[in-house]
């Protein structure tokens, strides 16, 4: 059990010149396009078409092409991937959670690929994002209908037959399933194996016995589409099991799961602060305008508090991300600060879309004001990459080291 009282990594808060760069471009891209396309598909009830030109533009500047499966650091000095990761998944939220998640790229197939691929399977999965005609897709599927924040559940099938897996199941909720290349699915080889049982297979699209049932009608992130698949004796080539058999001695396809959860956290953390400060910025000019005649009244004061407040806490939440990124770039353990900044921040991402409906009053419950958009996108914050309470039972393992918390 690791030592609380012994610390063992700080935070260096310098931006380096690249990510730098990246970040002006997400916030120009972010203006000009993300936030306009998030309100338009939120106002259509639609998700964006993949062959949106949009897309064409965002793969055309490299957003979803750089590096898949290449060395990370090398040229750079130490890793950086997380740490930036962390802070353009902010600045993409910001404009437009929804929008983000729709972008090309492999997506929350990556990390299982990078954790668990031999390097042949790396090269030939990430090699269709070098593809300089068109943008592509990958997509992560775990939730079935009967298996959300326990995932040692799953009842997707996979027997193997001969040189293939046949895979037999459903998946829902599959973040761009419906137009990714490959989709990383978790399937086990005996129910009564429990997590031992656990596999990762990348099923291409066009195999036969794979197919998209429907789009989930989601209350908000309207603008990426939710996609429940389903899988009739799928014939999975055997060269597409992630690691093949030898990886998933001692639970590691479990284990594979959870360390790309612990990737992947932060960046939703991250992103659910991208939210909150978009309800806060939108909160404080409406209180900028509004009072600037007035003469400070107790009223006043009370709401210059709350938003004070939020603005402590979003900061809070910003330095539990960059933590979480920042032991995962020098290759340490972050379990438990993966978790809790997925614990704390889609909480304080619900507080501050709350307050800015309280702040704007009865504007706000108005679509033009957009805070009842980032009211209903944030929700699902709390639920993605296993939910608040999952997130507070998994702190609270590592804390006393019990396993039944
Ligand atoms: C917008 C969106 C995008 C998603 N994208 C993907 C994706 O790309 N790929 C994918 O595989 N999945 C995806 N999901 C699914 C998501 O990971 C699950 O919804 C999530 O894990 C929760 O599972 P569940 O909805 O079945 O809730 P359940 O597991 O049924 O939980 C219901 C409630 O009970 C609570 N609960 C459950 N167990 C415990 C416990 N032991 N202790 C305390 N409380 C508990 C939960 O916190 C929750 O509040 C997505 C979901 C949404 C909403």
């Known amino acids: 059990m690791p030592d609380r009282n012994r610390l063992t990594a700080m935070v260096h808060f310098e931006i380096d010149p690249e990510t730098t760069r990246l970040l002006e471009m997400v916030r120009w891209l972010g203006r000009e396009y993300m936030r306009p396309l998030g309100i338009e598909a939120d106002r259509k009830h639609q998700p964006i078409p993949a062959d949106h030109p949009f897309y064409k533009q965002v793969w ?27 802070v353009l998944a902010e600045e993409m939220a910001y404009w437009d959670r929804g929008v983000a998640v729709s972008l090309p790229g492999p997506g929350l197939g990556a990390p299982p690929i990078l954790l668990l691929g031999t390097p042949e399977q790396k090269q030939r999965f990430f090699s269709v994002f070098n593809d300089p005609e068109r943008p592509h897709w990958g997509a992560f599927a775990m939730t079935e209908p009967g298996a959300g924040s326990d995932v040692a559940a799953i009842r997707t099938r996979a027997r193997r037959e001969g040189d293939y897996w046949v895979l037999t199941g459903e998946k829902m909720f599959c973040s761009n399933g419906a137009r990714a290349d490959w989709v990383v699915v978790w399937a086990t080889i005996d129910p009564a194996l429990g997590r031992e049982g656990h596999r990762a297979f990348v099923v291409e699209r066009g195999t036969p016995g794979f197919r998209v049932e429907r789009i989930e009608d989601k209350m908000g992130l309207v603008a990426y589409e939710s996609a429940a698949l389903v899988f009739e004796d799928c014939r999975v080539p055997a060269a597409n099991l992630l690691g093949g058999e030898e990886a998933y001695r001692e639970r590691a396809g479990f284990k594979g799961a959870m360390q790309s959860f612990n990737a992947t956290r932060p960046m939703v953390a991250a992103m659910a602060i991208g939210i909150a400060r978009a309800a806060l910025d939108r909160a404080t000019e409406f209180v900028r305008t509004a009072y600037r005649q007035m003469a400070p009244t107790a009223r006043y004061r009370r709401i210059l508090d709350k938003l004070l407040w939020m603005e402590r806490k979003i900061a809070c939440g910003r330095w539990l991300c960059w933590r979480a990124a920042y032991l995962a770039d020098m290759q340490q353990p972050n379990i438990t600060e993966a978790s809790m900044a997925k614990a704390y921040c889609p909480q304080i991402a619900q507080e501050a879309t709350s307050l800015a409906m309280e702040v704007l009053s009865d504007l706000g419950a108005t679509k033009d004001a957009l805070v009842e958009k980032w009211f209903r996108d944030v929700k699902a914050m709390d639920i993605v990459e296993g939910t608040g309470q999952i997130q507070r039972r998994i702190i609270a393992r590592q804390l006393t080291g019990l396993a039944e918390v």
């Open 60 to 86: 055309d500047l490299g957003i979803g092409r750089r590096g898949w499966g290449e060395e990370q650091g090398s040229s750079e000095g130490p890793h950086r991937a997380a740490r930036r990761g962390v």
